[in-house]
C-alpha cells in the first residue's frame, strides 16, 4: 500500500509489515506494536513504514481488520444449510464470541476495534452482522421495517461486552457469559422478526 502519485497501491512489502504487524499485535498486544519494532523487526528504516501509512493507528487498524475477516470466515462456516435463520445467526455469533475467547485478550483488542466515518461505526464483524439481517429480510425472517444497522450493532455489543467482561472478572466463567450472549442475541432476534 505504497503511495505513488497521491495514490495508495498494493506491495509486497506493505503485505510484510501488516503480516508482521498481525503476528505482534495478536500475540503480545497493541501496546507492543510499534514503529520502532517493526522496522526492527524487518530490518529496514521508519520511511519504509511511513511511505505506505499514515501512522501505528492506521496499522492497528489493519490488524483489527485482518482479525475481523478470520473472524467472519470462522462464523460464516458455522451457518447450516439445513437450519433455521435465526438459528444460523446465532450459531455465527455463538461461534465467533468462543473464537474470540478461545484466542486471547490481544485478539479480542482487535476484533472490537472500530473506525467511526460520517457512516458511523465502521468494524469488519458488524458490517457481516448487518449484511446477515439484510439477507433475513429478504428471506421474510426480519421485519422489512427493521433498522438493519441498529440492530446488527446490538449484535456486536452484546458481543463485544459479554467478551470483555469474561476477559476482565476471573469469576465470570465461560459458559455464564455464553448464555448472556444467547440470551441477548435472542432477545435482538425476537424484537427484530417478521
Given amino acids: 500500500m505504497a503511495f505513488s502519485k497521491g495514490k495508495r497501491i498494493e506491495d509486497e512489502t506493505s503485505r510484510r509489515i501488516i503480516d508482521l504487524a498481525v503476528g505482534i499485535g495478536c500475540r503480545e498486544g497493541e501496546g507492543a506494536l510499534t514503529v520502532t519494532r517493526l522496522c526492527r523487526e524487518l530490518s529496514c528504516d521508519r520511511r519504509v513504514i511511513y511511505n505506505r501509512f499514515r501512522d501505528i493507528d492506521e496499522i ?28 444460523n445467526l446465532l450459531a455465527r455469533i455463538i461461534t465467533a464470541f468462543t473464537c474470540v475467547y478461545e484466542r486471547n485478550s490481544y485478539f479480542q483488542y482487535y476484533t472490537a476495534c472500530y473506525e467511526v466515518s460520517e457512516d458511523g461505526v465502521q468494524n469488519g464483524f458488524l458490517q457481516d452482522l448487518e449484511c446477515v439481517i439484510e439477507e433475513g429480510k429478504v428471506l421474510g425472517e426480519v421485519n422489512a421495517a427493521a433498522d438493519s444497522r441498529r440492530a446488527a450493532e446490538s449484535l456486536w455489543l452484546i458481543m463485544t461486552s459479554a467478551g470483555k467482561m469474561l476477559a476482565l472478572n476471573s469469576s465470570l466463567k465461560y459458559q455464564d457469559a455464553l448464555d448472556t450472549v444467547k440470551f441477548g442475541v435472542l432477545a435482538v432476534l425476537e424484537y427484530i422478526k417478521a
Fill in 60 to 87: 492497528n487498524m489493519l490488524v483489527a481488520r485482518r482479525c475481523n475477516e478470520e473472524l467472519i470466515k470462522k462464523a460464516a462456516a458455522a451457518v447450516k444449510e439445513d437450519a433455521s435463520y435465526c438459528d
